[in-house]
């Protein structure tokens, strides 16, 4: 399958990159991962997903989780978990309805990062979700290509911490704010029900903005 689609080319072609674009893909794209790109991608502790739903509509998510959060099963597939989130499971589904990924993984500090574009099925039976404890899902994916990228417009940024959020070595995570939203209650999956009242009480929107706002989840 060709890596660079007509529109894509055409652009290409309007400001003079047809000779430059074969060249980076030629330099850079690859079928495989390589040891750096596993090195890499096994160091990250988040990447950014993006995945497009059966009309068509895309969105991206923030996954993060333990470093090592993608695993990387041989040079031609990776594997990552779900953990728990809003109940909406944008990405989930949308994985199930066209199996089309895109995965970014970035490093801040360097700065420094490499983009995957796979082919992905998500199980609620895999075998690797007891590497992952929390997890609720397991997203296998074929790597169709990756290629690092040009650190040139990322800005430097220093961690600071890791969340709090990261599921401990037996899948405990704390109890989220958003869960104590008032207007939420009755709508918590069964085993959420009442712990609001016993993780500090229930909130209202607006204090839970104000929650966001202060640096809180």
């Known amino acids: 399958m060709a890596f660079y689609t007509e529109s894509q080319k055409a652009m290409q072609a309007q400001f003079d990159s047809l000779p430059l674009a074969a060249a980076v893909e030629t330099a850079i794209v690859r079928d495989e991962l390589d040891e750096m790109h596993q090195g890499f991608i096994e160091s ?20 993060g989780g333990p470093p090592g959060i993608v695993t990387v099963l041989d040079p031609s597939t990776i594997a990552f978990p779900n953990y728990d989130g809003n109940g909406m499971f944008l990405s989930m589904g949308n994985i199930a309805d066209t199996a089309k990924i895109g995965l970014l993984f970035m490093d801040f500090e360097t700065p420094n990062r490499i983009r995957v574009q796979a082919t992905a099925k998500v199980s609620s039976d895999d075998e690797l979700l007891s590497r992952y404890p ?22 430097k940024h220093t961690r600071v911490e890791t969340s709090p959020y990261v599921p401990a070595s037996d899948g405990a995570q704390p109890f989220p704010a958003w869960k104590r939203i008032d207007f939420l209650q009755d709508s918590l999956r069964p085993e959420d029900q009442g712990r609001a009242e016993l993780e500090g009480g229930v909130i209202t929107e607006d204090e839970y903005g104000a929650k966001l706002q202060a640096g809180e989840s």
Do not use: M, Q
Request: glycine residues 4%; charged residues 20%.
């Open 44 to 63: 990250r502790d988040y990447f950014f997903l993006s995945t497009v739903d059966s009309s068509g509509c895309p969105t991206v998510s923030h996954k």
């Open 134 to 155: 929390g997890a609720n899902l397991i997203v296998r994916a074929h790597v169709d290509k990756v290629f690092i990228n040009c650190a040139r417009y990322i800005h």
